[in-house]
């Protein structure tokens, strides 16, 4: 473990000295599975946060909006997000922005872990979950139906592949 606050060393994909890998949310705050939280860098002279969340195979985050922005870049591995009525494939080293008030979730749904970076206000709301009204509205769309229930249909156009 470091003690040097200026310099965290990575120990491994996802880890670094001197961060401590935190649960995701309170259980049963929200629904969400097997996904982690890491604060990398909290400093009032900043503005922001960066965190990292990393979910086993499987996982998923919550459901939820905001009133903030967030900035995210996929760390590692590969999965799916829902931003706003929009599945898209994400991959290692991808950037999405979630617009603020825009209803949001990733999935690794790809048959590995996905860990992603996301910058956010230092000062922010807390996390507002659909109502049942919001839910069949974003399930019109049969492929966000099929991303929320789990069960997205391969998609139309080949996975793309690192070198």
Known sequence: MSDDPVFRP???AGRWDGVEVRPYKDEG????????????FVDG??????RYFEMASGGHSTLERHEHVHAVMIFRGRGEALVGGTVRQVDTHDLVTIP?????????????PLGFLCMVNAERDRPQLPSETELDTLRQTPEVAAFLDGSTPRPKTPTRRRR
């Open 29 to 40: 705050d929200a629904p969400f599975k097997d996904i982690t939280r890491q604060a990398l």
């Open 100 to 112: 603020p008030m825009t209803w949001h979730q990733f999935r690794a749904n790809r048959g590995e």
């Open 45 to 50: 002279r900043l503005g922001c946060e960066l």
């Open 10 to 12: 990575s120990r491994d």
